[in-house]
């Protein structure tokens, strides 16, 4: 079956700090990898996302790698900012276009000055 | 352009109860996606409509049903409440389901709680 696992939280990381959220999956096939972010009071937003192997999804200074060999595609950032701080969601589209995604449980982050 | 609306924001209902909530797509839109969010359970799949027709079921119990008019505003109906239905209930929309890049836009949710 499908199914998303994703770093446990809280995460709390000063300014400019480094951000490594770990993601792995399992998949039948060759899923669609996606990172999304809920802020406060807001619905998800997509960050970015990546639709086949050794594909980079980039958005916001915010970086993922799918990696098909190790089933993975962990979120980073080099600086991370006080307005970065939110909730992250690992997600896999098991067909492409599919909007029948699986979500990891989520990673709050939260970046204090 | 407006994003995805849903209404109401809050719902309070006891157990038993029906309750229906409502989700308007971003203007062009022709796909609408549930989604229903618990502190336990995260984010589950609950169906998907596409030109007023169901593409796509999560794994949910009957009482959870949906349906799309010809507008692509979309309602969810939850009938005989329980305590585990307490959730927020996100509603995506997108252009067509079919196409590779195609972007998923959430609303804000419908925060429901069942006393």
């Known amino acids: 079956g499908n199914s998303v696992t994703q770093m446990e939280g809280p995460v709390t990381l000063s300014e400019e700090a480094f951000l490594t959220i770990n993601c792995t999956y399992t998949a039948t096939g060759y899923p669609s990898l996606f990172w999304y972010v809920q802020y406060p009071g807001e619905g998800l937003q997509l960050l970015l996302k990546a639709t086949k192997a050794d594909d980079k999804g980039s958005n916001k200074g915010f970086e993922a790698t799918y990696r098909k060999e190790t089933t993975s595609f962990h979120l980073e950032k080099g600086s991370v900012q006080v307005s970065d701080s939110a909730v992250y969601f690992c997600?896999?589209?098991?067909?492409?276009?599919?909007?029948?995604?699986?979500f990891g449980t989520g990673t709050r982050l939260t970046v204090i000055p | 352009k407006a994003g995805v609306t849903q209404t109401p924001r809050y719902l309070i209902k006891t157990r038993g109860q029906q309750v229906t909530l409502s989700c308007s797509p971003i203007?062009?839109?022709?796909?609408v996606s549930w989604y229903q969010q618990t502190p336990g359970q995260g984010l589950q799949f609950l169906f998907e409509?596409?030109?007023?027709?169901?593409?796509n079921k999560g794994n949910f119990p009957g009482r959870f049903s949906g349906r799309q008019f010809s507008n692509s505003r979309s309602e969810m109906n939850v009938s005989t409440l329980e305590l585990g239905d307490s959730a927020l209930y996100l509603c995506?929309?997108?252009?067509?389901?079919?196409?590779?890049?195609?972007?998923?836009?959430f609303g804000s949710g419908t925060q429901l709680s069942v006393l």
């Open positions: 203007s062009g839109h022709r796909s």
């Open positions: 995506a929309s997108s252009l067509d389901p079919g196409q590779p890049n195609e972007k998923l836009f």
């Open positions: 409509y596409f030109s007023e027709t169901q593409r």
């Open positions: 997600a896999l589209s098991s067909r492409t276009g599919a909007n029948n995604l699986f």
